[in-house]
């Protein structure tokens, strides 16, 4: 139901493109959202896109290069990565997410209520030094 694509190699200081397609209905109902794994780290939530709302909000880490966006004929969200740094390489994923605003610290996390199928395999960022 969502396939994420767009990920590569790049050095710091490069962009990159993430697209992740979803069946209409998780497209058209829920907020959906860019989640990271490194190797050896816990998943984080990087940012979460509303495409009813227009809107997106991001991690501190990321807020200022990465920029989300949503094409609701294609029922895809982007992640356009820019100033990429070694610390994001990760295997990236999208997921329907929720954000909570502690103070305008937003954190990401994976709306879950519903079984949504596999993460799948990611799209593998990696960004060297």
């Known amino acids: 139901q969502l396939q994420a694509s767009g990920g590569g190699w790049v050095q710091a200081g490069g962009s990159l493109r993430l697209s992740c397609t979803a069946s209409?209905?998780?497209?058209?109902?829920?907020?959906l959202g860019w989640f990271r794994q490194a190797p050896g780290k816990e998943r984080e939530g990087v940012s979460c896109i509303s495409s009813r709302e227009g809107r997106s909000w991001y991690i501190d880490s990321v807020k200022g290069r990465f920029i989300g966006s949503s094409d609701g004929a294609k029922k895809t969200v982007f992640l356009q990565m820019n100033t990429l740094k070694p610390e994001d390489t990760a295997v990236y994923y999208c997921?329907?997410?929720?954000?909570?605003?502690?103070?305008?610290?937003?954190?990401?996390?994976?709306?879950?209520?519903?079984?949504?199928?596999?993460w799948g395999q990611g799209t593998q960022v990696t960004v060297s030094s």
């Open positions: 997921r329907p997410c929720f954000v909570v605003d502690y103070s305008g610290n937003y954190r990401v996390f994976v709306y879950n209520r519903f079984d949504f199928g596999s």
């Open positions: 209409g209905f998780l497209f058209d109902e829920y907020s």
